[in-house]
Nanobody
Framework: QVQLVESGGGLVQAGDSLRLSCAASGRTFSSYTMGWFRQAPGKEREFVAR????????IYADSVKGRFTISRDNAKNTVYLQMNGLRPEDTAVYYC?????????????WGQGTQVTVSS
């Protein structure tokens, strides 16, 4: 069982930066692939980025590639999402999630989300 708690959201202006954090409970954090997702009002939840257990591999959605960076600190049981060059279209609730496998399977654990609002 993994419990996830996101933090770091807020209201910023276009072009600003934010760093989201997701703190995980449990001693097996390093055995999970961690992902970030987002859901804007009236839209489907969409994938943002994921990172392998060791942090050695990452994948990004095209919409955030080059602007967002996912990282993790297994000693702190925390995954981060550094967001630079924020745009109004990045406004959404951001969720972190965990799953066992890198390329397959469902995300079994989800946080409650943190709101990011980008004004133009």
């Amino acid at each position: 069982q993994v419990q996830l708690v996101e933090s770091g959201g807020g209201l910023v202006q276009a072009g600003d930066s934010l760093r989201l954090s997701c703190a995980a409970s449990g001693r097996t954090f390093s055995s999970y692939t961690m992902g970030w997702f987002r859901q804007a009002p009236g839209k489907e939840r969409e994938f943002v980025a994921r990172i392998y257990r060791s942090g050695s591999m990452t994948i990004y959605a095209d919409s955030v590639k080059g602007r967002f960076t996912i990282s993790r600190d297994n000693a702190k049981n925390t995954v981060y999402l550094q967001m630079n060059g924020l745009r109004p279209e990045d406004t959404a609730v951001y969720y972190c999630a965990a799953r066992e496998n890198w390329n397959t399977g469902t995300y079994d654990y989800w946080g409650q989300g943190t709101q990011v609002t980008v004004s133009s």
